[in-house]
């Protein structure tokens, strides 16, 4: 969800209410989790002696969920021999998240050793109209979520910005970009597309009946679940795929708060295509040796 979207009562103040800056307002906003993590991890990346890697293992960065995504997906592709991954928004709108996911892939390429490409994917002139009633249309209106070209790609450096419509290029890409795909499989996607039928569109690319341009399991983030039920929007979508793929199941990251530091909200939008019949999703990535749990006592 967009920071600042007041676009319902489900995801800003209730119906008819503006903020007008007063502490009932300052009380609304601390009254949700996002607020407060968001806050709290401003504050403790100022305390002395948080530095970058802290910030990072602690999830204290902006767009923790996006870090997580990429950390997730160099980990990967360094324990199956990958020398590279490719980490994927589908989505861009200003352009804020592309920037800050170039940013994680700068810290973990370092970290891990394993070069990372950052792809984004945007129609480029704000929304389209809705299609279909699940596509979300009482939240998001046409042109919303507008991208100011110029000013994007001045500060894009070598991340890659695909502008047109997704059912033209995302399948285009794929076509023409073979060799960087394989040498560089996708490991993370970040879906913020808000509508059913163009997250159903972006599913093409697990669509796809060959690996070679994907891990064997791939994380995913899912932007705009909060406020929707399972039968609209994005969670339809998954569902849709998930009844004709069921070799490629896309599913929630069960458990995964308990695992995460500060028990963060964004836990519950991160799922993973598991891709059973890839060559590789057999493969052990944990230490050869395996882990074990001698008795105790």
């Given amino acids: 969800m967009r920071r600042g979207s007041g676009t319902s009562a489900q995801k800003g103040h209730p119906f008819g209410r503006r903020p007008t800056g007063g502490w009932a307002d300052t009380v609304w906003d601390w009254s949700k989790s ?8 401003r504050l403790l990346r100022r305390l002395p002696g948080v530095g ?10 902006e767009r923790p969920h996006y870090a997580y995504g990429v950390r997730r997906a160099t980990e990967s592709a360094a324990r199956l021999g990958h020398r590279g991954v490719t980490v994927v928004e589908f989505g861009v709108a200003g352009g804020n ?10 810290h973990y390429a370092a970290a891990t050793g394993v070069a990372v490409r950052v792809v984004g994917f945007d129609g480029g002139v704000g929304m389209p109209p809705a299609k279909d009633p699940r596509d979300l249309p009482y939240l998001f209106g046409p042109g919303f ?65 060959d690996h070679g341009h994907l891990l064997p399991r ?29 070799t490629r199941p896309i599913g929630r990251v069960l458990g995964l708060r308990a695992f995460t530091p500060f028990d963060p909200p964004w836990a519950d939008q991160i799922y993973a295509h598991h891709r059973l019949d890839h060559p590789d999703y057999p493969t052990l990535e944990a230490g050869a040796t395996g882990s074990q749990l001698p008795l105790t006592g």
Avoid at 34 to 41: C, E, K, L, S
Avoid at 52 to 61: I, M
Avoid at 162 to 167: F, M, S
């Fill in 145 to 209: 979520y507008a991208m100011d070209h110029a000013r994007l790609r001045a500060r894009l450096g070598e991340t890659e910005l695909v502008i047109g419509d997704l059912d033209r290029t995302l399948p285009d890409y794929l076509d023409t970009h073979t060799r960087e795909l394989r040498e560089n499989p996708v490991g993370f996607v970040a879906l913020d597309l808000d509508h059913y039928t163009s997250t159903t569109t972006a599913l093409e690319l697990f669509r796809r009946p």
């Fill in 34 to 41: 996002g607020t407060r993590d968001a806050a709290r991890n």
């Fill in 218 to 246: 791939v994380t995913c983030y899912l932007d705009d679940l909060p406020g929707t039920v399972e039968q609209i929007g994005e969670a339809a979508a998954i569902a849709d795929f998930n009844a004709a793929h069921p």
């Fill in 52 to 61: 970058p890697a802290t910030a990072y293992r602690f999830g204290l960065v």
């Fill in 97 to 106: 998240g592309l920037l800050t996911l170039a940013e994680h892939a700068r």
